[in-house]
């Protein structure tokens, strides 16, 4: 069955500082791959996500992730953190057989540090 | 503004009372569900419905059940209500195949 894992549940950094929030998969077969923002008291919001075709993705609010398949991985990394990107973020994994299952990982909270 | 709307907003509920969460979506999306988010857990999945009249189980479907009339309304009711049902709800749907999941603001659900 198919997994996520997220490495670190709470990741603090300084305000301009690298952000690299961690994701790693088990599947048998490349999956779909997203990453979700959660600020406080609301839904999930898209970032951004992987399907086909180029590796390296960019989302929004200056988020980008690569899809290392050797490594089963998809690590959410944003060159300068801002104090609004302290939210709760989630890796999520969508089999392209099954598409009714989207699994979640646990999530990594964000902090901000200014 | 189109998306999903959740209700009630929260809710404390007495152990073994019936409870049922309501899900609207007017983005016309054909599949729908529901999850669960707890601390350190992330979300679970409970239900889902890939169209209108048909529903499946998710990793956590114990102690609840939804039905799918129309597209739009995807309610989540809990028979009995037990204390470890406690946990923030959030419905979602998606357009097709491998679009995103929208969600919903959630219900927050206490159980005593």
């Known amino acids: 069955a198919q997994s996520v894992t997220q490495l670190g549940s709470h990741v603090s950094v300084s305000e301009g500082a690298l952000v690299l929030l961690r994701c790693n998969y088990s599947?048998?077969?490349?999956?779909?791959l997203f990453w979700y923002v959660q600020y406080p008291n609301q839904g999930l919001q898209l970032l951004l996500k992987y399907t086909t075709g180029a590796t390296l993705v960019k989302g929004i609010n200056g988020f980008e992730a690569e899809f290392k398949k050797s490594e089963t991985s998809f690590h959410l990394t944003k060159p300068s953190a801002h104090m609004s990107d302290a939210a709760e973020y989630f890796c999520?994994?969508?089999?392209?057989?099954?598409?009714?299952?989207?699994?979640f990982g646990p999530g990594t909270s964000l902090s901000v540090i200014p | 503004i189109a998306g999903i709307t959740q209700a009630p907003t929260s809710q404390i509920l007495a152990a073994g009372r019936r409870m049922t969460l309501r899900c609207t979506q007017d983005m016309r999306h054909n599949a729908m569900y529901w999850y669960r988010q707890d601390l350190g857990l992330g979300l679970r999945l409970i239900h889902y419905?890939?169209?209108?009249?048909?529903?499946g189980k998710g990793e956590v479907p114990d102690g609840y059940s939804v039905s799918r009339a129309n597209t739009d309304d995807f309610p989540l009711t809990l028979a009995s209500a037990v204390p470890s049902q406690t946990s923030v709800y959030f419905c979602?749907?998606?357009?097709?195949?491998?679009?995103?999941?929208?969600f919903g603001n959630g219900t927050r659900l206490t159980v005593t």
């Open positions: 419905s890939n169209t209108a009249g048909t529903t």
């Open positions: 999520a994994v969508r089999l392209k057989t099954s598409y009714d299952k989207v699994i």
């Open positions: 979602a749907s998606r357009r097709t195949d491998n679009s995103p999941l929208h």
């Open positions: 599947s048998s077969v490349p999956p779909y």
